[in-house]
Antibody, heavy 116, light 106 residues
Framework: EVQLVETGGGLVQPGKSLKLTCATSGFTFSNAWMHWVRQSPEKQLEWVAQIKAKSNNYATYYAESVKGRFTISRDDSKSSVYLQMNSLKEEDTAIYYC???????WGQGVMVTVSS | DIQMTQSPSVLSASVGDRVTLNCKASQNINKYLNWYQQKLGEAPKLLIYNTNNLQTGIPSRFSGSGSGTDFTLTISSLQPEDFATYFCFQHNSWRTFGGGTKLELK
């Protein structure tokens, strides 16, 4: 059974940092290109970041709205992908989903709230 | 950045209706357009990939068409479980979602 489980969300003040973890199982993680997508309280979906596999030199890509503030990374030995979020803004408030997009595998999502 | 505009934002329809949802890209995205369905409290689910390819397990009443900048999702005969929000998504250049169409019961 395929599982993607996101953890690490919560309430954080503007300007602070938070790190999300997505632990996966049930598929060959080391070959997978992984993504983070978020959904705002207004239900708008936004693609956030992608990381490719080792064979693609772990290439990373980011939405303009998070470039320079967020970092996606992975640990193939733990079948996990991460999203380090720095300098958080109120507009980063959303549910964050971890996704294997080509197979349409989604996690349950984790809520991040940025508020003073 | 490529902008994706969906219309209408809300569509009221009845069970058995044939409905068409629209998605327009701000520039040519070739065939790289997916459609997702999202029900309340759930993650989105892929229905159609690369314009007109039905994802495994998705009923054949769903179909997609289009090219370049204009795309459509058609549901040939609405079923009760189809009332949901639908998002288009381009993956030709970076990745962008549309704003969604909420399909509601008339």
């Amino acid at each position: 059974e395929v599982q993607l489980v996101e953890t690490g969300g919560g309430l954080v003040q503007p300007g602070k940092s938070l790190k999300l973890t997505c632990a996966t199982s049930g598929f060959t993680f080391s070959n997978a290109w992984m993504h983070w997508v978020r959904q705002s309280p207004e239900k708008q979906l936004e693609w956030v970041a992608q990381i490719k596999a080792k064979s693609n030199n772990y290439a990373t890509y980011y939405a303009e709205s998070v470039k320079g503030r967020f970092t996606i990374s992975r640990d193939d030995s733990k079948s996990s992908v991460y999203l380090q979020m720095n300098s958080l803004k109120e507009e980063d408030t959303a549910i964050y989903y971890c996704i294997k997009m080509d197979s349409d595998y989604w996690g349950q999502g984790v809520m991040v709230t940025v508020s003073s | 950045d490529i902008q994706m505009t969906q219309s209408p934002s809300v569509l009221s329809a009845s069970v058995g209706d044939r409905v068409t949802l629209n998605c327009k890209a701000s520039q040519n995205i070739n065939k790289y357009l997916n459609w997702y369905q999202q029900k309340l409290g759930e993650a989105p689910k892929l229905l159609i990939y690369n314009t007109n390819n039905l994802q495994t397990g998705i009923p054949s009443r769903f179909s997609g068409s289009g090219s370049g900048t204009d795309f459509t999702l058609t549901i040939s005969s609405l079923q009760p479980e189809d009332f949901a929000t639908y998002f288009c998504f381009q993956h030709n250049s970076w990745r962008t979602f549309g704003g969604g169409t909420k399909l509601e019961l008339k």
